[in-house]
């Protein structure tokens, strides 16, 4: 009795079609981390804006630096950093948050 294994072909056969899907899915699985990392962006902006109103709202001044919003209880777990470059976010002159290129 002989027993029957695949062949050359076929597992070369199928190492192509695995190559083919992975070409396709992981470029697409980067891209989602890309939009992950845009979408956290972005609600760390949002969230340091609402923070911005809250500190006015209070103090009756907008803030000159990020420091004075984080020292009060907005953020208790500390500063949100930029998920592209792990780098702290910036408060312009007109109190508008400044993200980094990304």
Avoid: W
């Avoid at 009795?1 to 050359?8: P, Q, S, Y």
């Avoid at 079609?17 to 979408?39: C, F, N, Q, T």
């Avoid at 609600?43 to 420091?67: A, C, H, M, V, W």
């Amino acid at each position: 009795m002989a027993t029957r294994g695949f062949t050359l072909v076929e597992l070369l056969l199928v190492i192509a079609v695995l190559a083919v899907l992975a070409g396709v899915i992981v470029p697409r699985v980067l891209d989602i981390r890309d939009e992950a990392r845009k979408a956290r962006c972005d609600t760390n902006i949002n969230r340091l804006e609402k923070s911005i109103e809250r500190y006015s709202g209070e103090y009756e001044e907008f803030p000159t630096d990020i420091s004075q919003i984080l020292i009060t209880a907005y953020f208790p777990h500390g500063n949100p950093e930029c998920p592209f470059d792990n780098k702290p976010y910036v408060i312009s002159g007109d109190a508008q948050i400044t993200p980094h290129d990304h």
